[in-house]
């Protein structure tokens, strides 16, 4: 049974869809990092196992979902609860895993409709992204959020932020310590309908997504 990590800030209008959607052989770990909404009551209803974040952040959330993560089945996915990725494509992401392919598996967002990816934050992704390249030589275009690798392994990189700048770190940590990366191109839809990314959903908070990583770059 491969765990899925799913981060989860006021998801309850996208946690059905996602949840159903799960494929089999894959088990959804909400991360609750702090839902005002009800989000626990209806993961928990949708079978999912719950884990409260008290620390705020996506990183925490990461974090944590991990370290709750089946170590029998060391290999691991997190992707985002807002309904923007079809946990179905999760099969693709885990076999170059367990074959030995790659050690880490990361998405390039390819947006289903020009809304789902709002031009600030498809911009600054970018700006991101290539700093990576030139920073580690990996060969990646997204900072994405959706991925797979080894839970041990992720572990064993001691990653540190707990913020939004938590994806960025992964890839500068992957890039040195010399980690096969491979990017597979993965559908992004719009959000659930009345939700609002805490990202892409607004310039400001694009804007705080690019702090952490900046001060991750700095580091």
Request: hydrophobic share 45%.
């Amino acid at each position: 049974m491969t765990d899925v990590v799913l981060p989860c800030l006021n998801e309850a209008a996208a946690l059905p869809w996602v949840l159903a959607r799960m494929p089999a052989g894959f088990r959804a770990i909400v991360a609750d990092n702090g839902s005002t909404d009800g989000s626990a009551d209806i993961a928990r209803a949708h079978g999912a196992r719950v884990v409260s974040v008290s620390q705020p952040g996506y990183g925490a959330a990461v974090h944590a979902g991990l370290i709750a993560a089946d170590p029998d089945d060391d290999v691991v996915c997190v992707m985002d609860a807002d309904g923007s990725f079809d946990p179905c494509e999760l099969t693709r992401f885990v076999g170059p895993v367990r074959e030995g392919a790659a050690d880490l598996v990361v998405g390039r967002r390819r947006p289903t409709r020009w809304t789902s990816w709002p031009a600030h934050a498809r911009i600054g992704n970018a700006i991101l992204a290539r700093r990576v390249r030139r920073m580690t030589g990996l060969a990646v275009y997204d900072i994405g959020p959706v991925r797979a690798a080894r839970r041990s392994e992720l572990l064993a990189l001691d990653l540190r932020d707990r913020r939004f700048g938590y994806p960025l770190e992964l890839l500068v940590a992957a890039g040195r310590a010399g980690w096969q990366v491979t990017e597979l191109n993965v559908s992004y839809h719009p959000r659930a309908q009345g939700t609002k990314s805490k990202v892409t959903g607004t310039v400001l908070g694009t804007a705080r997504a690019i702090r952490d990583m900046r001060a991750v770059l700095a580091r």
